[in-house]
């Protein structure tokens, strides 16, 4: 068990009993032990093996030593269970609220059984709270401010609002120049996942200047980050903070030495960790984030670097984005991890809009950007006219619009622009534009922008109709979420990939940091089951066409490869490789497009 773990578990306790009206000494006791042990450079677990050593540390006595080994032995300290079904578990979310301390929330329960922290703004809003002894209007203000802060703080973001945060965050850190070795963001945004609870960066020290007052000197640096609002925590190694966005910080402070070790620690995940701990010991090492070592005399194998450490475990380098334990390690000791796909293999793009639309650029706009991007093709596909409030195209404005890219390509030599059209899947799964319209475009790209909460049977139907029309290529965003914001639609995804595969229509993952649709375990499911993948931005002006990278990522945690996802191809063979128009002949749908 970890460290802080052990201290959550005795902080929270001590809050409890604070709560629950304990003499200050007893809660104070809790409170000293979680911050030593926190701070503890090594593992409790590893000290607490003796019992010697635990009395010997500041202000640990018998009792808590007993309390601290329950806690490891069972993972939870029964003092706390017990407190916890006296309390609602969401009691300690009003400690989080700035100006309510304990007294003031064991007050609030008492008078009104306010457990969460919903409750309490409501009675802040009612003026209920001014009644009580200590409080007064000015505090209720304070309260409702302070919870508008806590749902902030407590909410997730987006990948690219957190990817942008972690790079201001890091050049700021970057300019101490040769005083650090290296600065990392871990956790999920390297891990790519779509949405982001916190940021963890790890600071590395080069060695001869890792020592306390050098990690105190950069700590003092990193606090003056422009974007910070207020510090959370701070610790021997650590300091927590809060963005003005209500993002959180986590920043670790290590020596160089122990960068690999501590980068696999911090990038978890949580899960994936455990199983790489568990694999160390049945190997006689123990791994923690300051090193791998053996069990028996605790001398150093490896933790430099994350790769060292993945040898002596006996296992091929898991990129981040697989570690998720969902069958890495295993694949990893058989050798057998796909080779992931990277931005790099990326040849073109299959979803944009343009003027035509509601995109904000014209069609040589988006072509421009995208030959720089080193891209050998696009599809330029706006939406159909049933989306009307995105001035969708009618069959006669889709013709004009595909006499527009032929024009435009005349003035392209190395990129292909391919003419495509997003088209609406009606609510009875018809496709929104003429067939023999649908047959003179280059690209078939359908998706749902209606009726999207149709019960799962009919929105299996409707999707399953979509796909069963000869015209269908493409399905975009097929579960339509909107990440913090909308969920999925309900749908037989099992079915659904079925007929994708048996009629040979490819799957999007979106790109677009909004969406990420697929999404990873979906995109599994397909390649697992032959269905070919294409990635594409869904970009709406040029600015979003480098948001490529997302759907990579998405990719990457799908274990897709190269030849999983058809836009790597070179736009000949992407042509082939898409379900051919009905009629024509496999070859010959290749040669459909005008242009070279
Ligand atoms: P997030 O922030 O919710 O998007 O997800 P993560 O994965 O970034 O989670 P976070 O910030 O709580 O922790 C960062 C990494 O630190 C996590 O991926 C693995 C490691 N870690 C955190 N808490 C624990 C823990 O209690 N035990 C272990 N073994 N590792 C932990
Ligand atoms: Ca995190
Ligand atoms: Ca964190
Ligand atoms: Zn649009």
């Known amino acids: 068990m970890e460290n802080r773990e052990v201290a959550r578990i005795l902080r929270q306790t001590a809050e409890l009993l604070e709560i629950d009206g304990a003499q200050i000494g007893r809660y104070r006791s809790y409170e000293r032990a979680a911050e030593l042990i926190d701070a503890l450079p090594e593992p409790i677990e590893e000290l607490a093996k003796d019992e010697q050593k635990l009395l010997a540390l500041p ?43 304990p007294k003031r929330v064991a007050l609030l329960w008492k008078k009104f059984r306010a457990g969460t922290v919903e409750q309490v703004a409501e009675l802040a809003r009612a003026g209920k709270l001014r009644e009580l002894p200590g409080f007064g209007e000015k505090s209720e203000q304070n309260i409702l401010k302070a919870v508008e802060t806590f749902q902030k703080a407590s909410g997730r973001f987006h990948i690219h609002v957190a990817e942008a945060a972690a790079e201001a965050i890091l050049a700021h850190i970057r300019r101490l120049g040769k005083q650090i070795a290296a600065a990392e963001a871990a956790g999920s945004l390297r891990r790519g996942k779509e949405t982001i609870g916190d940021l963890d960066i790890l600071v590395t020290l080069p060695r001869g200047k890792d020592n306390p007052q050098q990690v105190q000197a950069v700590a003092e640096h990193i606090l003056k980050f422009e974007g910070l609002e207020r510090i959370l925590a701070r610790g021997e190694n650590k300091v927590s903070f809060q963005l003005t966005s209500g ?46 070592a053996t069990l028996k005399g605790e001398r150093r194998v490896a933790g430099a670097t994350e790769a060292e450490i993945y040898r002596k475990l006996k296992l091929d380098y898991i990129e981040p984005e697989l570690r998720e334990a969902s069958g890495e390690i295993e694949a990893a000791a058989a050798g057998r991890l796909p080779k992931l796909i990277a931005l790099e293999d990326i040849r073109g793009d299959l979803q944009m809009h343009t003027t035509a639309s509601d995109g904000k650029n014209s069609i040589e706009e988006m072509a421009e950007a995208a030959r720089r991007l080193g891209y050998q093709y696009i599809a330029l596909t706006d939406h159909s006219k049933a989306v009307t409030v995105a001035n969708g195209l009618d069959e006669k404005r889709v013709l004009e619009q595909i006499r527009k890219i032929r024009e435009a390509q005349k003035r392209f030599d190395d990129i292909r622009l391919l003419a495509g059209i997003e088209v609406d899947i009606l609510k009875d799964g018809r496709l929104d534009l003429d067939s023999e319209v649908l047959a003179q475009l280059d690209v078939v790209v359908c998706s749902v922008h209606s009726y999207m909460n149709l019960d799962r049977a009919a929105m299996t139907d409707r999707l399953l109709a979509a796909i069963e029309n000869p015209y269908t290529q493409i399905l975009a965003h097929p579960t339509g979420r909107l990440l913090l914001r909308r969920d999925p639609f309900e749908f037989d995804m099992e079915k659904l990939l079925e007929a994708a595969r048996r009629h040979g229509v490819a799957l999007e993952c979106n790109s677009y940091p909004d969406r990420l649709d697929l999404k990873d375990t979906y995109l599994r499911m397909a390649r697992e089951r032959g269905v070919k993948i294409v990635i594409s931005t869904d970009a709406h002006t040029t600015a979003h066409l480098p948001f490529m990278k997302y759907g990579v990522k998405m990719a990457r945690r799908g274990w897709l490869e190269k030849k999983d996802v058809l836009n790597t191809l070179p736009a000949e063979k992407l042509l082939a490789a898409l379900r051919p128009k009905p009629g024509a002949v496999r070859t010959a749908s290749a040669r459909t497009s005008t242009a070279r």
């Open 247 to 292: 993002m959180q910080v986590d920043v670790r402070i290590l020596e160089q030495k122990s960068f690999g070790a501590a980068l696999l620690y911090f990038t978890g995940s949580k899960e994936h960790n455990v199983l790489l701990r568990r694999r160390a010991n049945e190997m006689g090492y123990t791994l923690s984030e300051y090193a791998l």
């Open 59 to 101: 202000g640990i006595g018998e009792r808590m030593a007993e309390h601290i080994r329950e806690i490891l032995r069972t993972g939870d300290y029964s003092l706390r269970k017990k407190l916890l079904e006296k309390y609602p578990p969401t009691i300690l979310d009003l400690l989080k609220l700035q100006s309510l301390g």
